[in-house]
């Protein structure tokens, strides 16, 4: 929140700064008030340009985090995902997903029907790109390249891996076309008069890349030049001048000043809609999407914060918990039995919790429960005790049918391991199976 009202200020005041400067430019000399107006509508563009990228860019992203947790749930699942992929993107035309870098799969299939069973490996130039996403590990931008279907278009590849975070199974590719010829229409670059402007930086090599857009000779004595930054690259942005445009009537000063405090807003609500895409997207990577509580992933994050505070290790401990017999649920009663089962105990875990303790849904039907400021495992091991006690007198009603949560919960003190955070979590891991265990053979 601190972040957002600093950078919103600042760019108010750089804002007002720009506009002020201009009109007094304006009143000395109409040429200084024509650079500087055309500067704003080359940031503006830039602006539209890293923003539409960069928020497809992440879209996309999250289909290849799904693909890398559950690949078979994307095969099978591929219509509606794709679907939704494309209705929420701004300028993607289509999505492929290409097991073994053969394209077995793609969204929308009409007009892309030629594209279905295209090995990468064949095809040198795409192959690059590929390659070089598996091996950097990381998404990587191509073009614009010239399209059969017609137009211009921007390829992302995403690299996917089936055992994140070591990054060694690689299972495929997912590739997203941006429409080019849109996303240039909506940056405006055509619309801008009074100067001569190109972009470079093919296959978002930058600087270094190749021309796509405008005249080279433009970068041979540019009057400006803009990076436009994304995800795996960027491109470059420079504009020159055109003299007579520069000589721009004194009138035009008052029209201007309403003109340019107008981008100013545009400009900061493209701001904010970006922090706001950027906020949510954090959220989305911490928390589950089922229950609401944390995910497996901001719980070791918390774990390594500990970890780290100082070399006398923070006093805490940890709940290992499963549900006992929840396939049975699953397979009599339904995947929604299932799930609600799960959300009741999630929001029964957090009530009975303090509100400073973290509690994560670590996958399937195990949780885990970061108990900060206990001094031993004899409290921990109480707390359990409690929660096992709550849960047997508090059932789960589904459809009419009644439950009773049963938990196997076990408990780990940070006093107890002298190593890591995962030695910890290996130890309430092993503890919950133990009780686990017996009490199925206490129920033979």
Not at 84 to 107: C, H, K, M, T
Not at 248 to 256: F, Q, T, V
Not at 324 to 349: C, M, P, R, T, W
Not at 367 to 383: D, G, I, K, P, T
Request: charged content about 20%.
């Amino acid at each position: 929140m601190l972040a957002a009202t600093i950078v919103s200020s600042l760019f108010v005041a750089m804002s007002v700064a720009i506009v002020e400067q201009i009109l007094q430019a304006e009143r000395i000399k109409h040429a200084a008030q024509a650079r500087n107006n055309l500067n704003l509508q080359l940031m503006t563009a830039k602006g539209l340009l890293e923003s539409a990228v960069v928020l497809d860019t992440y879209i996309g992203n999250s289909v290849a985090t799904l693909a890398t947790v559950a690949p078979d749930v994307v095969v099978s699942n591929w219509s509606v995902i794709a679907g939704q992929f494309i209705e929420q993107a701004r300028f993607a035309r289509s999505v492929a997903l290409a097991p073994n870098d053969v394209i077995g799969y793609i969204y929308p299939l009409q007009g892309n029907e030629k594209a279905l069973g295209l090995d990468f490996r064949s095809q040198t130039e795409q192959f690059k790109a590929v390659q070089q996403a598996r091996e950097s590990k990381d998404v990587v931008i191509a073009g614009p390249v010239l399209l059969v279907q017609g137009g211009q278009g921007v390829i992302i590849r995403y690299p996917v891996f089936t055992d994140f975070p070591l990054n060694q199974q690689y299972w495929g590719n997912i590739s997203v076309v941006i429409d080019f010829d849109q996303l240039l229409d909506q940056a405006g670059l055509a619309e801008i008069t009074g100067a001569n402007i190109a972009l470079r930086g093919k296959d978002a090599k930058g600087r270094h890349g190749a021309v796509f857009y405008g005249d080279p000779a433009v970068f041979a004595q540019p009057d400006i030049e803009m990076p436009i930054s994304f995800p795996g690259g960027g491109w470059l942005l420079a504009a020159r001048y055109q003299q007579d445009a520069l000589m721009l009537d004194s009138p035009r000063a008052h029209i201007m000043r309403v003109s340019l405090y107008l981008l100013c807003i545009v400009g900061y609500i493209a701001l904010f809609v970006f922090y706001q895409a950027y906020k949510r997207s954090k959220q989305y990577a911490y928390y589950d999407e089922l229950t609401g509580i944390a995910n497996r992933r901001l719980m070791l994050k918390r774990l390594q914060e500990l970890e780290e505070q100082s070399s006398d290790r923070a006093q805490y401990a940890l709940l290992n918990i499963d549900l006992n017999k929840f396939k049975q649920i699953n397979d009599s009663y339904g995947h929604a039995a299932g799930d609600a089962l799960l959300k009741f105990v999630a929001e029964q875990l957090k009530a009975k919790l303090r509100s400073s303790d973290l509690v994560a849904r670590m996958g399937g039907d195990e949780f885990m429960v970061l108990l900060y400021r206990l001094e031993n495992l004899q409290q921990a091991q109480a707390q359990a005790a409690k929660l096992q006690a709550h849960f047997a007198g508090h059932s789960f009603i589904w459809q009419g049918s009644e439950f009773t949560a049963s938990l196997s919960i076990g408990a780990a003190h940070s006093n107890e391991v002298a190593g890591s955070a995962e030695d910890l979590i290996m130890l309430a891991d092993k503890r919950m199976y133990q009780l686990k265990t017996a009490a199925k053979d206490a129920s033979i």
